[in-house]
């Protein structure tokens, strides 16, 4: 499959503890970006990476979050003293430079903060 | 500001039968405009999008959506339903000139019924 990946798929912590997400891009895909989607919601922006540079951060990535993608490829979410209001699912999703931006999506990450 | 609404959170419909799921946009620019379909426990599958030209786009699985600036709508729609297009759809949008924030609706959950 050569699918957009993440893992873990599903992730419990305690309140408090830090959890680290990691996203697999589509390998020819130069754009990544991370979504958060909670129950009943669309999917809402986090963040966005060309290449290694991350362009855009939305005003929901607090300074408990932070996200790397360090070589361009993979890219990691890393959530710090999570609180239980970060329970979710965290997407990932990865688009070419062209062909107008369609984002392709992994299957997520389900996090529940005890 | 951009904005998305998907203003039924839920589509009953026969199969066989024609489908809508309406969307309606706020963006200030020229909007690049985008269906997604959420099965359970899988990530989000593009269906179609709608940058520029023909008001009407044909996507995957017999979709189509009509672009109406006027209105500035981009409905969904199948001429047949089946019991498979049962789901959640997403709507949303990114304003051309305005970065690569992507704006989901709140999700409309499509019912077949055999």
């Known amino acids: 499959d050569t699918g957009v990946s993440q893992d873990p798929r599903h992730k419990i912590t305690k309140r408090g503890q830090n959890v680290t997400f990691r996203c697999d891009p589509i390998?020819?895909?130069?754009?990544l970006y991370w979504y958060r989607q909670t129950l009943g919601q669309g999917p809402e922006f986090l963040t966005y990476?060309?290449?290694?540079?991350?362009?855009?951060k939305s005003r929901l990535l607090s300074d408990r979050f932070s996200a790397e993608r360090p070589k361009g490829s993979f890219s990691t979410l890393e959530i710090q003293r999570t609180e239980q209001g970060d329970s979710a699912m965290y997407l990932c999703?990865?688009?070419?430079?062209?062909?107008?931006?369609?984002?392709?999506f992994g299957p997520g990450t389900r996090l529940l903060v005890l | 500001a951009q904005s998305v609404a998907q203003p039924e959170d839920q589509v009953n419909v026969a199969e066989g039968n024609p489908l809508t799921v309406k969307c309606t946009y706020s963006?200030?620019?020229?909007?690049?405009l985008f269906w997604y379909v959420q099965y359970p426990n899988r990530g989000l599958q593009f269906l179609l999008k709608?940058?520029?030209?023909?008001?009407l786009v044909k996507g995957s699985y017999g979709f189509e959506a009509e672009f109406n600036k006027s209105q500035t709508s981009f409905h969904l729609k199948k001429p047949s339903a089946l019991v498979s297009d049962s789901a959640l759809y997403f709507c949303?949008?990114?304003?051309?000139?305005?970065?690569?924030?992507?704006?989901f609706g709140a999700g409309t959950r499509l019912f077949v019924k055999a």
């Open positions: 949303a949008v990114r304003d051309m000139g305005g970065g690569f924030k992507t704006i």
């Open positions: 963006v200030s620019g020229n909007p690049y």
């Open positions: 709608y940058i520029t030209g023909d008001n």
């Open positions: 390998s020819e895909h130069n754009r």
């Open positions: 999703a990865s688009s070419p430079i062209q062909g107008a931006e369609t984002q392709y």
């Open positions: 990476f060309q290449n290694e540079a991350q362009l855009e």
